[in-house]
């Protein structure tokens, strides 16, 4: 019998044995966590629905996150010596970073200071507000390398949402995408939202992360609600993450 009601599933409910590509806890070295006692705090919100795995990423930016290989291996001793204080030894930590396409970018893989996922995979983002002008030589620079870039949060985009068939043409190019499970949610805007569930829908994600930065994207995450439809291919984004990147 045909239904008016629609039965959604909660999120949180699907990522038990998760691993998170893409977050922001590391503590001090970006605007994710603070503090030791911030990334803690983060870590025991995800351990809440059975996520104990983390590569943390926190930005590469030239002139707002200008870290490195050191800065970020720094910040993951810090991070580790945490979690043996408070009793979180079965916590996975590892690292990697999220890069900026900017005027830093090309000497920044020219002196190898990249921070790869899973040895490489390169996750890479784009400013908010306009396409880098170099990121068709950026991709072409990482894929010579032998890198698979990974492009974070295109829904997240709005300047892409009104180019006819740019998600697929990057998809031509080998570019993987991944999702923000925060842009399900009304977080980010009704905009961003559509959007994540049109290309959700049409096949268009390889992995999915969180993109967490604070507490209260931890409230957000346990308030997402999904269909039926949609919770089948967002398991299936947890199984092919996991695939590629838990070890």
Not at 113 to 123: C, F, G, H, S
Not at 125 to 148: D, P, R
Not at 200 to 224: G, R, Y
Request: glycine share 4%.
């Amino acid at each position: 019998m045909f239904s008016f009601f629609t039965k959604k599933h909660f999120l949180i409910d699907h990522l038990e044995g998760f691993i998170d590509i893409h977050n922001h806890i590391l503590p001090g070295i970006d605007d994710g966590a603070k503090s030791v006692e911030d990334s803690i705090k983060l870590i025991k919100g995800f351990n809440d629905f059975g996520v104990t795995d983390f590569i943390c990423t926190p930005h590469i930016m030239e002139n707002y996150y200008p870290n490195d290989p050191t800065t970020i291996n720094k910040a993951q001793l810090l991070l580790k010596n945490g979690l043996k204080m408070n009793g979180l030894d079965h916590v996975n930590i590892d690292v990697a970073a999220e890069h900026m396409i900017d005027s830093g970018f090309e000497k920044l893989m020219d002196d190898k200071k990249m921070m790869p996922l899973a040895k490489n995979y390169l996750l890479i983002e784009m400013s908010y507000l306009q396409a880098s002008i170099n990121f068709n030589q950026a991709v072409s620079m990482i894929k010579q390398i032998g890198f698979h870039p990974i492009l974070a949060h295109p829904e997240r985009y709005a300047y892409l949402t009104s180019k006819k068939n740019i998600y697929a043409h990057y998809k031509s190019e080998g570019i993987f995408f991944q999702l923000n499970m925060l842009s399900l949610g009304a977080l980010y805007g009704s905009t961003v939202q559509k959007t994540a569930f049109k290309l959700l829908e049409d096949q268009k994600f390889d992995f999915l992360a969180s993109d967490v930065h604070h507490i209260n994207h931890i409230n957000e995450l346990k308030n997402i609600k999904v269909k039926t439809k949609h919770k089948t291919i967002i398991e299936s984004l947890v199984h092919n993450t996991n695939y590629h990147f838990l070890h």
